[in-house]
């Protein structure tokens, strides 16, 4: 059963602390993009990358921002430090090439307080 | 610069039709998709239109017009369950951007 995994599903943390979400794209998809959706801006791209290299992160903060993929089965987004503003959900998603379909994972629902 | 238009939301009757509007405005074009979106749920992809024409997929069709910049998801035979967030979104070059989504209420 081929499908996105994205953990944790759901985190509370702290302003000020790093938080870390990883994902596992589908086997053989060459594509993962970072999404970030919150009801007042719909899915927000942060982030993609095309085998294993990153294309485009101008969506991101960078200076508290950082994705990476360190190997096929991993890509993993950090935010340090971590801010209220930073609450949503972040969604993984993986594609076979460009112009495919994109699968979802069940995304990582972030609160910071 | 790039600016994907969909209205926000959309109201409907069990049963009937309806078809929500999508234009675009990206520096590329790889192709249209459109994903449906349920209340606390991932996206999940719908239909894909990379030249112009209508494509049907059972109870879904969904047109596109590239010289227009325009496309339009059709429901019919609304069911309850089609309550949900529809989402257009293209592909700009080798990036896949969404639009804010239209929330589809269906009443009885």
Known sequence: DARVTQTPRDKVTEMGQEVTMRCQPILGHNTVFWYRQTMMQGLELLAYFRNRAPLDDSGMPKDRFSAEMPDATLATLKIQPSEPRDSAVYFCASGLAPGTEAFFGQGTRLTVV | ?108
Request: overall charge negative.
């Open chain 2, 1 to 108: 610069g790039q600016n994907i238009d969909q209205p926000t939301e959309m109201t409907a009757t069990e049963g009937a039709i309806v078809q929500i509007n999508c234009t675009y405005q990206t520096s590329g074009f790889n192709g249209l998709f459109w994903y449906q979106q349920h209340a606390g749920e991932a996206p999940t992809f719908l239909s894909y239109n990379v030249l112009d024409g209508l494509e049907e997929k059972g109870r879904f069709s969904s047109f596109l017009s590239r010289s227009k910049g325009y496309s339009y998801l059709l429901l019919k035979e609304l069911q309850m369950k089609d309550s949900a967030s529809y989402l257009c979104a293209v592909y700009n070059t080798d990036k896949l951007i969404f639009g804010t989504g239209t929330r589809l209420q269906v009443f009885p």
